[in-house]
């Protein structure tokens, strides 16, 4: 059985929506669009068109880009919507659920929440590095368990799956639940990407962004790759004309060379910058423990978080304090060089250092 066999029947049924079809150099008296440009009209194509159903040219340009076939790759607005779309076609309301890691990004909670089914967490643990254990996420699922989300590296721990450990869980669980991998950051890691499993695990789904190491969160524009017959039911189930005309042009800007060329420069800066902060503030006696990443972020344990972030909010600095199985827990986003050290001014602030050093 394949994966997509493990969907809603309904949405296994679905017929995609039949928009109005475009063809080059046609008058087009078929969409109720306007004939006319507005003069404030910037882009390459017109806005007065809708934007093609699918962007085709950019769906290529990202596949080739992450290295998978186009039929395994649907562009979404963010990973977000990515997220959002699995739960939606995979999970019958009060019936199925979700296994993920805890703590994590809770954005898989939230959307098992809107569309009514479970979630499972298998928590981890801060004096292990917070290691996903594959047999305890194995044992939390049964016959519903639809989607398993592994966040790697993990927001907003910093650490990564590893390869075999995620290996282990594609084999042992097979075609019982789709694995999702959310890659958000992986541009940030030393691993290599889950994306060069696909051809052989058909239970894999890995999720990428443009939001992170390419600099375009604004754009909201992320990739889901996956077997094609998930990628034609997501693709049934997602909005017709998702991705708008300015969104296109600009995302296809984003991954022409030079501008990925910066990119990579800019991630191997943040690299450098995420260790020379991690070790600068490990010196500090406030600080309990600093957790290593594989991501643009860190998390830190401090002696006193809420005095921390009082501290950096006075220098107009915001952290990210989760609270909860995090007390004591904040995650810091690497920065510029001289915003890290203006962080690193407040940190020593604390300490009655004001001159930082
Ligand atoms: C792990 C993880 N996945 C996905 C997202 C959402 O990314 P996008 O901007 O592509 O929707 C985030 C955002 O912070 C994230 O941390």
Known sequence: MSIDRLARREIQALKPYQAAIQVSDTIRMNANEAP???SGNEFRRPLNRYPEIRPQRLRKALAGFYKCSPDRLLVTRGTSEAIDLLVRIFCRAGVDNIVTTAPTFSMYRHYADVQGAA???IETSGHNGFAVDVDALLDACDSETR?????SPNNPTGNLIPRDALVTLLERRGDNS???VDEAYIE???QSSAVELLEKHDNLIVLRTLSKALAYAGARC???MAPPAVIDMLDAVQAPYALATPVVECVEDALQADSLREAE?????IVVERERLIAALKRFPSVRRVWPSAANFFLVEVDEAEALLRQCKANKILLRHFGGALPDCVRISVGTPSQNDLLLKSFAALHGDRDGR
Request: hydrophobic content about 60%; aromatic content about 16%; some cysteine.
């Open 222 to 224: 992320g990739s889901v």
């Open 119 to 121: 979630t499972r967490e």
């Open 188 to 190: 940030f890691a030393a």
């Open 36 to 38: 006319w440009t507005s």
């Open 265 to 269: 420069q800019w991630v191997a800066k």
């Open 147 to 151: 989607l398993i989300f592994i966040c």
């Open 178 to 180: 789709a694995i999702v």
